[in-house]
């Protein structure tokens, strides 16, 4: 059958998956890459490239006509619901939030329900049977990225074939439905498989069972899952290749020790392993282990399997490649494929084939996740054959086992593995925070490192090729320009700056203020907002420490996630107003940090990016609160900047105390409520542009409609992060802006 391949499979794979990307995630360095592989082609003789090239038209055909209609479903949803079908296996409850995805009329939305009461909460937890909700959803498009490299919940619903949330307003019925198919009556069973791990089951045990088992972890895990992922291991929870080694050979082993033929083995082990990938959740990385074995079955081995592989998952699954589960599940099986090291045995081959996998893929996981632990190269060597070798056969008789016997004493192991890691990550270092890639730095580093693998013998190239992978990878960690960026946080201030240099200041760091506690049953597990937007953006700008943090004032909105920030990044010293330390709560917190802490007041001047920001406030001690806002004015790269905090009546005092304050680039004060950006404060600054960092939707109505009225008044060009999303000066010698949307 692969002879009749005009060319080899992985070779079709590729040209199909740059295919695919330019029709999915156009990007203009695709551009030389096509042009490059079709004279490749071109030379490989007349008749391959024109049958090669019919392949791929009819490849590019389809993947346009899903992205023409994946486009037509995101604008042409029904206006209004009044009813849906739950799909059972995608139910989560966090505290009084139920989330779940809906069907109707052959859509499927994101849904999201505020439990009632703890009886409402009660009885969807333990819900196994198929029903539908009747009552009033609120359509509306998820939110989008709102941070440069920041997470696109628009685009990850997309890759899951959602297009709509719905918000369920009112709910007047839950009623019993019908089944609508195999995949169907499949996803309860899942449901009633989690129902039934949960009841029977202690903690953590149970995340254990039914993330190795089913491919689902709740949001009771959340920590543990960010410890995971802080280590560099969260993909041992990634159903692949083991876990599908493990499960279709004992099917197999079980169907020949009936009498059955191989032949009838393997026609069987098709249905199967549709059936398991609906029952694991259909993950990427199963799909691809089942695809990987069913080509294996027939005979087909190494690269030519890996092609047909990825052509077949093109074709089936057509959103696997605009994951990020998908392209490191068939970037990982690509370099194992590669890896045949002869020339060394044992150990020393394990660590070599650990290290270059590693290396292989470190551009894909900068690209997506800014860092890199080393330690985890130790703790997946490990952990894989503790996960793989012991937990998930104990686990699997466990479940199969507990109408005859509860195995729940096994629970101590998994409390002891939990108890090591948190040892092991209070001990361990950050991780290398190493940037993330632009498109085109990303493909230079893949072409450099495949060179690399072509030319591995020859001395003078790989040191060629190796200094030139040390100059993007630097590229990267230390971009060579300026920036001062308004961060994305919600309602909330936070502005970081670095120089060319490298020298890093950042202003704020933002936080959620708290509203009404409930009952214990209502409270939901929570990520800080830092680690959603600061703490990404900072990453993938290469930033592993921050020379100065400035905190203008005690407000929740600015510092509350500065712990946070702490324990992310090396702070050089934290700066603060005299005021400020006034509050006793706020220095109760600064002391916990263990950070070096300087109080600042006007007249002071910080050296910056070739000039220096000037303290202009407050001068005297204050309480901390918004008129006792740290206020920093500078020079930088041409353009006067004003940094005045949450201040309000204060701008009034500033005025009256430097008759001259010329100024270009305004923050504006308090997210531009109606009590800042005094006319009179406008008039005499002159600014020509003004920026506002506000939470979309916010409940303090922020920025004020009088006050964006007086911006306009003054013909000052407005730039706000709750409209616009981040806002980003940048350059060399000249700033060039640029917002998210």
Sequence with gaps: MIKRFPLPPIQLAYLSLLAYFTVYRFHWSLVGIILFSFWRLWKNGRAIFLRTLLILSVFTGVFAYRHHQAERADTTAPAQLTSLALIPD???????????????DGRVYQVFYQLKAQTEQ??????????????????SEAEGQRNFK?????????TQGIYQVAKVTSLEEVSPRFLSGLGDYLRLLRRQALVYIYGHFPEPMTHYMTGLLLGHLDK??????????????????ALSGMQVDFFLGWFRKILLRLGLTVRQVDFLQVPLSFCYAVLTGFQVSVCRSLLQSFWSRLGVTGMDNLGLTMLSLLCLV?????????????????????????????????????????????????????????????????????FDGLMLPALSLAFLLLPVINLSFLNVLFVLLERFLVFVGDWASRSL????????????????????????????????????????????????????????????????LRAASGQTLLIDVGGRVEFEAGEDWQKRQTTSNA????????????????????????????????????????????????????????????????VRVRTVTAGDRL??????????????????????????????????????????????????????????????????SKGSSYPEFLVHTKPKLALISAGRNNRYKHPHQETLERFEQQRIKVYRTDTQGAIRFRGLFNWQIETVR
């Excluded at 060179?451 to 993007?472: E, G, I, P």
């Excluded at 407050?618 to 949450?646: A, E």
């Design 531 to 594: 680690s959603r937007t600061l703490i990404p953006y900072l990453k993938s700008r290469g930033v592993g420490r921050i020379d100065q943090l400035v905190l203008t004032h005690t407000d929740t909105d600015h510092i509350g996630d500065m712990e946070e920030v702490a324990k992310e990044f090396t702070i050089g010293e934290v700066l603060v107003s005299q005021g400020s330390l006034t509050n006793a709560e706020f220095v109760k917190r600064l002391r916990a940090m263990n």
């Design 607 to 672: 050296p910056f990016m070739g000039s220096y920001l000037q303290v202009l406030y407050p001068w005297t001690t204050g309480d901390g609160g918004n008129n006792d806002s740290l206020v920093l004015y500078g020079r930088l790269l041409g353009l006067n900047f004003l940094f005045t905090g949450d201040l309000e009546a204060g701008e009034l005092e500033l005025i009256k105390h430097y008759p001259d304050l010329p100024v270009d680039v305004l923050k504006a004060g308090h997210h531009g």
């Design 220 to 237: 009771s895990f959340d920590d543990m899952t960010e410890l995971y992922s802080s280590l560099g291991i969260i993909h041992l929870f």
């Design 433 to 496: 925070v190493l940037g993330s890639p632009s498109v085109f730095v990303l493909l230079s580093l893949l072409l450099c490192l495949g060179l690399l693998y072509d030319y591995r013998y020859r001395k003078k190239v790989v040191l060629v090729l190796s200094l030139l992978l040390a100059l993007l990878f630097s590229l990267t960690k230390h971009p060579l320009e300026n920036e001062v960026t308004v961060v994305d946080i919600g309602q909330g201030d936070s502005i970081f």
């Design 90 to 104: 995608s139910l989560q409850i966090n505290g009084d939030q139920l989330s779940f995805r809906g069907q109707s």
């Design 150 to 158: 920041g997470f696109d919940y628009h685009s990850y619903l997309e």
């Design 122 to 139: 009660e009885f969807f937890k333990t819900l196994t049977q198929p029903v539908r909700l009747t009552g009033s959803f609120e359509l």
């Design 318 to 386: 057509p959103n696997a490649f605009l994951t990020v589960g998908g392209i490191l599940s068939c970037s990982y099986a690509f370099v194992l494929c590669l890896l045949t090291i002869k020339e060394f045995t044992g150990i020393k081959r394990q660590v070599i084939e650990a290290v270059a996998l590693a290396l292989a893929v470190l551009p894909i996981l900068m690209f997506y996740f800014s860092s890199f632990q080393p330690l985890s190269l130790v703790l997946t060597a490990l952990l894989s054959l503790l």
